[in-house]
Nanobody
Framework: QVQLVESGGGLVQPGESLTLSCQVS????????IGWHRRAPGKEREGVAC????????YYKDFARGRFVISRDLAKSTVYLQMNNVRPEDTATYYC????????????????????WGQGTQVTVSS
């Protein structure tokens, strides 16, 4: 059974940095694409960044490109989302999700086309 557990959320001030973690169990990251998504209050869920089953494929939404970095630690079966220079509009619940794509794939998507989802971690950006 694939399970994803997010952690690392909290209250941060604008301009600060925060790193979210997504611990994955029951799945080999070598065969799964992982995506980070978020849902802000009163808004629809949106993709943030994703990484393919190889490190060769990473894709960011425009608001995340240049500020956020998605990375993986295969030994820890964990995917990270480093958030830099955060803004109040980054306030949301952040979710990670997994989709089996096979090994050697460079594909991932920032659309919600994922099989498995975590419960989310809250990020609040406020002074």
């Amino acid at each position: 059974q694939v399970q994803l557990v997010e952690s690392g959320g909290g209250l941060v001030q604008p301009g600060e940095s925060l790193t979210l973690s997504c611990q994955v169990s029951g799945a080999n990251l070598d065969s799964y694409a992982i995506g980070w998504h978020r849902r802000a209050p009163g808004k629809e869920r949106e993709g943030v960044a994703c990484v393919s089953s190889t490190d060769e494929g990473t894709y960011y939404k425009d608001f995340a490109r240049g500020r956020f970095v998605i990375s993986r630690d295969l030994a820890k079966s964990t995917v990270y989302l480093q958030m830099n220079n955060v803004r109040p509009e980054d306030t949301a619940t952040y979710y990670c999700a997994a989709l089996h794509v096979g090994s050697g794939s460079r594909w991932c998507t920032n659309r919600p086309a994922y099989e498995h989802w975590g419960q989310g971690t809250q990020v609040t950006v406020s002074s």
